[in-house]
Structure formats: structure tokens, C-alpha cells
């Protein structure tokens, strides 16, 4: 039998988005909730908690798209000019917060100023993935091998909810973060925004998955069907078990496991949605096996992914290894 | 009518945002390598005046660093916003170019980055060296990476099509060793390497000439700027000569280009080499031309009398922009010469021990400071535009790469990189020229500062925001 390899990289792309959306999600949780933080040192503590990574953590983003590039040309054609504004605003907001981490240190007078920057660029970011995902889920017009609709279409009530949606689970993945990595204050006031966003972000799974289902019939029959909903069962009420545990381990006061709940909330849902789409790369009407590059092109990356992958994953949990423990208010880094 | 072209539009989109990026790299390059050669040094020696020299540029490489990283983010989503047809047909043999950049670059990069600034209390000298190596091993595998894509662009080799009417590859070593990679990749890190010489040669200078007034010498600016003479005496030249055979190759695939930097428009035996002059691209000549006859058929043959190719060979849709072209191909080859000629003077002065003592050099060298990035732009705007009119040189045209998308819609979004770029890299740059301000070594404020803190903290402890508020008041009134 042949190997699929559009199915094999379809597997390795939603890896690295998943990777993304975990890995940036809490550190553009900590700049959404940055100017909550009260103190000026917890700020600064928090910033500290993410500085070391947040580089490494934006990579997986680059790797989403440059890997969409590579393998499914044809999907990376007609996204991004359909979701041309999101994107947009979105590297924008990845440009502000990215240089708050080394302006925050070199401003005086303006100081307050790139904080903002931190903040809302983080926001903007996050609010725009969120879009662009739900912009994404309801359908994109395609004529060709082209775009076919108009600069506005990603625009709707459903898009805007998954955005506030994704903003909110960042949010309970930046807090659920330095909950773990922090003590005194500011872990108090993040477990109380855990708590919060928790609420939130369970309420937005279940308002957008119930959406989801009139949105496209597609959604409907594969939940439904049967004998799918026999074995898709699972997923809900694995999020209800995961959405209480994560209540309880907040309530104990437990360091680690609320943010290892709150990813597994993420994974959770990340799971749904492809069961939801799956084949299809560009919903309605792109599927993974149409979008692909050819064979040459899929196994010529492949060979050299299935060498380097491994070793960044190594690394990558060294360079979280060296900066692991608490990060304690004053230990600068600057 | 024409402001309203999105492909216009787009272009001027795609050269501003990558013009702005390419300087960050470029650096980056240079930097990376510049501090691990001073931090080996630092281990094999121990002598701290390495170490001082690693802090002070360790600072300047993380702000210009991020800076390269954010720009970069924009330009992997960019070519899929603006060129989504390009990305289509092209995906499928420059995506995987670019995503083993990611895998064995960009991931070094950013995975050692974060152990480089902030981990030298945390992991130890020698896992901290390692590091900076990987932080620098990384810069020049991007670089490989990216240019072997650009190089297919403008030479393609080793592909065929498929019946989608996509580039496939062929043969994938024809691909990444396409005909003009080899020189565009050693004219580019080489390139890299003197922009990075020139400017810690010009912010060691700029210390130099302040000391003399004070009557104190400041060791540590000096090794930087004797380290950064020798690169500019050993390498410039070089890059003549690396200079020389990339334009052999252009000759040899990309003649529209050699003849507009040449602004070359008939094609003649013994063509001269024009000095400067303004391209008429209506009369097809060049106009108040100085020239050396027969010169530039002996650069680019070896043979007075060898016929070179001119502009008339090309119909006029199939030319480059000539100014645009020429311009900048002379203002590259002008900071190439004056880059050279700082280099054997200041071998001379180093003879003569006068190194340190010359006001000519230290004022030459730092005007020079930003040189290499100008030319390192130039030179980027000559193999570009003399590219044009098409993206995969000779296969696709600019105007058949670009996506669906009204003017309106490209209008809107370079408008607002424009104004963020400005903004951000402004203030970027502003805080690097501040960092250079701190004088080097053991007397300056920064030391001090440094000296109170460094039980805390680690290598890389930056300047405190509280510090140094008498020079740098100026600059931030501008900035706010």
C-alpha cells in the first residue's frame, strides 16, 4: 500500500498549530491579563516568567504557516488572502508584544507606553487567531484555485465569538502559567483570574460547539450520525470531567495541575474541531488530498522533519528545563 | 490610475517591509558570531576585557535580534496575503526550502536565544558558550536556507510542472545548488560579517574620539575597534572578488540585470565602464555619462573588445527598472571601495601603532557605522529589481504572482505596516544608538551600575531604566 503522506503532514501541521496555540497561547494569556496585575514588580515577574521562550514559543507559528506553505500550497493561497485583515492585525499585535520584552527594559518616560503595547498587542493577537479559526470553521469561498470571496467575509457574529472565545482561554492558560511559576501576590490574583476565565472559557466551548452544528450540516452528521455518536460521546464529557477537576485543583490551591488541565481543555477542543473538519483543509470544499503539494515535495520535507523534530522537541523542553521552578519577585533576568 | 494597481501596491508592500527586515538579520548574523568568537576567547584567555566586550554587544544583539524575529513573522505570512498565486504555484518547491528553515534554523535560534540571554547563572560557561554557538550556527543556516530560495528565483533549476500548472521538483540538489546560490550566499554572509565589522567599528570609533578629549584609554574599545579593522583589511577585499564572480554569474543567466546595472543600453564590443551618469530609459542611453572606455567588457569578459549584452536585446516589458538598478548598484560598489580603502589604512596605521591615534580613520569609521546596512540594501535592491518583471526570473511574471485582492485592501495594510514600522523600528533604533552611547568597559556609567547589581543577576543584566538619565533625556523627548 501507498504511504499518504498529505494525510502524514496533515497530522504534523495541526501538531505544530496545536504546539502553537498551547505554547504562545499562555504567553499572550499573561500580556491580555498584564494590566490587571496589580503591582508593578508582579508585572515584571510575570513578564520574566515567559521572556526566556516566548521566542521559541512564536516558532510553532512560523512553522503553522511555513509548513502550510510547503505542504498544502494550495490551502496557504487561499487563506491567507481570505483572512487577509485578521492576519494582518495579528502580525501586528505580534509585533508589539514581541518587542515589549526588550523596549519594556530600555524605555524610561515611554515605558508605560510599550506596557500597553505588550498588552494589547496580545490581545489584538489573540483576538485575531480567534477570528481567523472561526472564519475558518464557517466556510471560505473558493472558485479555482483561488479566493473568491470579498476582504470583509471573515466578518460575522460567529468569528467574533470564537475570537472573545480564544481570548478567554488564553487567558486561562496565561493565568493557570504563572499560577504555576510564581508565589505571593500576583499567584494569588492569577488563580482568582483562573477561576474567572475558567468559567468563561468552558461556557464559549459549549455556546460555539452547539453553533457549530447549524452553521454546516457536515458538523451535524459526523457528531450525530450513528454509530459516531456512540464513540464521540467521549469528548463532551471528558471536557465536563477536565472543567470540574480544573475547578477543584484551583479551589486546593495546587501549582502544576491547573495548568495541565487547562491544556488538556485546549486539547480537548482542538480534537473536536478536527473531528468536526476533518478531511477537509479549507471548509467546504478543500480537502487535505486536494491541497496538497506533490508527493516529491511531501517527502523530500518529511525526511529531514522526521530527524529535526525530535531534536527540537529536545531542546526546546531543555531550554523549559534550564528556567524550570518558580520565578521569585526581584530575580531579574535583565 | 496607477496608485490604485494592487500589484503596485503589493510590490511596494513587500519591498518596505523586507528592506526593513533584511538589516535585522543581516546584523544578526554578523553579531551572533562576532560574540561567540568573543566569548571562546573570554573562555580560552579569561581575560575579562572579552567578557566586557561580550556584555556590551550582547545587549545590542537582543534588541536587533527581536526586532529581525518580529519583521520575520511578517514576511512568512506575507508572500500567502499579497502573492497568493506565486505561493500556489511556487509552494510546492520553495515551501520546503523554507520549511527547513524553520526546522534547522529559526527553532536554534529562538530555542538558545532565551539560554543565551538569561542563562549564564543558570547552566554554566561551557553550556552557556554552546548556546551562542547554536544562537550563531542558526543565523547562518537561515541564511543558507533563504538564499538558496532566492537564488531559485532568480535562476531556476532542477524543476518541472505539474498538471495544475505548479512547480514540482525535478531533482531537489539542482534546487537548493541552484547556478547563482553559491555567490549569492557568500556575497550575502559576507556582506553580513562587514556590516557587523563596521558598526563596532564605527561605536568603538565614536568611544575612541571622546577618550582622546579625556586623555584615558579605553582598552576594551579598542579591541573592538582593532578586531573590526581587521575584519574590514582581511574581508573587503575578498568581497571584491566574491563581488566580481557573482556578477559573472548574473552575466551569465540574468543578462537584462547586468545590463541595467551597467546601464548598458546597446549592445557593443569594448562597452565602457560608466562611473556615473543618468539612466534615459526614453532615448535609451545614459546621459552626463563619465566613463572608462572598453572597462566594462574587461570587468565582465576579461576582454577589451568582449560584445556585452545591452537593454535593445530585451523587449521593453522584459527590462528591469534601469535606475532604480543603477543607482544602487553604484552606491554598493562606492561603500565596497570606501570600505576597502578603511581596511589598508588602517593597516598602514597598525604598522605605523597609530591605530588608535588618528582622528581621520575614527571620524572616517564612523560615518561608516551604518554603511554596510546601506549597501546590504543597495545591493538587495539591484538583484530585485533587476529581477523584475518577474517573480521565478524568466518562468513568472510579477503580474501574474499576485493574490485576488481590490487596491483597497493592499492600500489599507501597507499603510498601516508603514506607520508601525516607523513607530516600533523607530523606537528600536533609538534604543540601540542609546546602548551604543554607554561607553565600553570598566569607566562607564554602565559598569558602575553593573558592578551594584551583579550578585543578583546574571550575564546579561541590562542597563537598569533608572540609570543614566543625563545623556539619554534628549532622545527621549524625541521619542515620546
Not at chain 1, 468563561?200 to 453553533?211: E, K
Not at chain 2, 548574473?250 to 556615473?276: C, D, S, W
Request: proline content about 4%; overall charge neutral; hydrophobic content about 50%.
Amino acid at each position: 500500500m501507498m504511504i499518504d503522506y498529505a494525510l502524514i503532514w496533515a497530522g504534523l501541521i495541526a501538531f505544530s498549530v496545536l504546539a502553537y496555540i498551547i505554547l504562545d497561547g499562555f504567553d499572550l494569556g499573561i500580556g491580555i491579563m498584564f494590566p490587571f496585575i496589580k503591582k508593578k514588580e508582579d508585572k515584571e515577574t510575570a513578564m520574566n516568567t515567559i521572556a526566556p521562550i516566548w521566542d521559541g514559543n512564536e516558532t510553532w507559528l512560523v512553522l503553522g504557516g511555513g509548513g502550510l506553505f510547503a505542504v498544502f500550497p494550495l490551502a496557504y493561497a487561499i487563506i491567507l488572502p481570505a483572512l487577509y485583515m485578521p492576519i494582518i492585525l495579528m502580525l501586528m499585535g505580534l509585533i508589539f508584544r514581541g518587542v515589549a520584552f526588550e523596549f519594556h527594559w530600555r524605555a524610561r518616560k515611554s515605558q508605560h507606553l510599550w506596557d500597553k503595547g505588550f498588552a494589547i498587542g496580545s490581545l489584538v493577537a489573540a483576538l485575531c487567531q480567534g477570528i481567523a479559526l472561526g472564519a475558518l470553521v464557517q466556510g471560505i469561498a473558493v472558485e479555482g484555485r483561488a479566493y473568491a470571496g470579498g476582504w470583509w467575509d471573515w466578518l460575522t457574529p460567529f468569528s467574533m465569538t470564537t475570537g472573545i472565545a480564544l481570548v478567554v482561554g488564553y487567558v486561562l492558560l496565561g493565568s493557570t502559567w504563572l499560577n504555576m511559576k510564581t508565589t505571593g501576590s500576583l499567584q494569588k490574583q492569577s488563580r482568582g483570574i483562573a477561576k474567572i476565565a475558567g468559567i468563561a472559557t468552558f461556557g464559549f466551548i459549549g455556546l460555539i460547539s452547539l453553533w457549530m452544528i447549524f452553521i454546516e450540516q457536515q458538523y451535524l452528521h459526523r457528531w450525530f450520525d450513528a454509530p459516531n455518536i456512540y464513540y464521540l460521546f467521549v469528548v463532551p464529557v471528558l471536557v465536563f470531567i477536565v472543567g470540574v477537576s480544573l475547578f477543584i485543583t484551583l479551589k486546593r490551591e495546587r501549582d502544576v495541575s491547573p495548568f495541565l488541565l487547562s491544556i488538556s481543555l485546549f486539547l480537548l477542543s482542538y480534537i473536536g474541531l478536527a473531528i468536526s473538519l476533518f478531511p477537509n483543509l479549507v471548509p467546504p470544499s478543500v480537502s487535505i488530498w486536494d491541497a496538497a503539494a506533490p508527493d516529491s515535495s511531501l517527502k523530500f520535507l518529511l525526511v529531514g522533519s522526521a530527524f529535526l523534530l525530535p531534536i527540537i522537541l529536545a531542546y526546546t523542553t531543555y531550554a523549559y528545563w534550564v528556567f524550570r521552578g518558580k520565578v521569585k519577585e526581584g530575580e531579574a533576568y535583565h | 490610475m496607477e496608485f490604485l494597481d494592487p500589484v503596485l501596491l503589493a510590490r511596494i508592500q513587500f519591498a518596505f517591509t523586507i528592506a526593513f527586515h533584511i538589516v535585522f538579520p543581516g546584523l544578526s548574523i554578523g553579531l551572533a558570531a562576532y560574540l561567540a568568537v568573543l566569548e571562546a576567547l573570554w573562555l580560552k584567555t579569561n581575560k575579562k576585557i572579552y567578557l566586557t566586550a561580550f556584555k556590551y554587544w550582547l545587549k545590542i544583539f537582543s534588541i536587533i535580534f527581536g526586532m529581525g524575529v518580529v519583521s520575520g513573522v511578517v514576511m512568512s505570512y506575507q508572500i500567502g496575503t499579497n502573492w497568493s498565486v506565486f505561493s500556489d504555484k511556487t509552494g510546492p518547491i520553495l515551501g520546503p526550502l523554507m520549511g527547513y528553515e524553520v526546522l534547522s534554523a529559526f527553532f536554534l535560534e529562538a530555542g538558545f536565544l532565551g539560554v543565551m540571554l538569561f542563562g549564564m547563572e543558570k547552566v554554566g560557561k561551557k553550556l552557556h558558550f554552546f548556546a551562542t554557538l547554536m544562537v550563531s550556527i542558526g543565523t547562518l543556516m537561515s541564511a543558507f536556507w533563504i538564499l538558496s530560495v532566492n537564488s531559485w528565483m532568480q535562476t531556476p533549476t532542477g524543476y518541472a510542472y505539474n498538471e495544475v500548472g505548479q512547480f514540482i521538483a525535478e531533482d531537489w540538489f539542482e534546487v537548493v545548488f541552484n547556478p547563482s546560490f553559491p555567490y549569492r550566499l557568500a556575497h550575502m554572509t559576507t556582506a553580513a560579517f562587514l556590516s557587523t565589522a563596521f558598526l563596532v567599528g564605527g561605536v568603538a570609533a565614536w568611544h575612541l574620539l571622546k577618550e582622546r578629549k579625556e586623555k584615558i584609554k579605553n582598552e576594551t574599545a579598542r579591541l573592538m575597534f582593532s578586531m573590526a579593522m581587521w575584519m574590514a583589511a582581511i574581508v573587503a577585499p575578498i568581497q571584491l572578488f566574491i563581488g566580481d564572480l557573482h556578477g559573472l554569474n548574473t552575466l551569465e543567466h540574468q543578462p537584462a540585470k547586468v545590463a541595467a546595472m551597467e546601464g548598458n543600453y546597446e549592445t557593443q564590443k569594448g562597452a565602457p565602464l560608466i562611473l556615473f551618469g543618468i539612466p534615459n530609459d526614453e532615448e535609451e542611453r545614459v546621459d552626463y555619462a563619465i566613463e572608462i572606455p572598453k572597462m566594462a567588457s574587461f570587468i565582465l569578459t576579461h576582454d577589451m573588445d568582449g560584445e556585452l549584452v545591452g537593454l535593445d536585446q530585451f523587449a521593453k516589458e522584459d527590462r528591469p527598472n534601469t535606475k532604480w538598478v543603477f543607482y544602487s548598484f553604484r552606491l554598493m560598489v562606492a561603500i565596497g571601495m570606501g570600505m576597502i580603502a578603511i581596511g589598508l589604512f588602517s593597516l598602514f596605521l597598525r604598522w605605523r601603532k597609530k591605530l588608535y591615534d588618528n582622528r581621520f580613520l575614527l571620524k572616517t569609521a564612523v560615518w561608516f557605522a551604518p554603511s554596510g546596512v546601506v549597501a546590504t540594501i543597495a545591493g538587495w535592491i539591484v538583484t530585485e529589481v533587476g529581477r523584475q518583471p518577474y517573480t521565478v526570473y524568466g518562468l513568472l511574471r510579477t503580474y501574474d504572482s499576485h493574490s485576488p485582492l481590490d487596491a483597497p485592501a493592499v492600500a489599507t495594510s501597507l499603510a498601516i505596516f508603514v506607520l508601525v514600522y516607523i513607530l516600533v523600528f523607530g523606537a528600536g533604533i533609538v534604543y540601540t544608538l542609546r546602548l551604543m552611547k554607554v561607553r565600553p568597559g570598566d569607566r562607564g556609567e554602565l559598569s558602575d551600575e553593573e558592578s551594584k547589581v551583579k550578585s543578583s543577576v546574571t550575564l546579561s543584566n541590562r542597563l537598569p531604566h533608572e540609570s543614566d538619565k543625563k545623556g539619554a533625556n534628549k532622545e527621549e523627548s524625541n521619542h515620546d
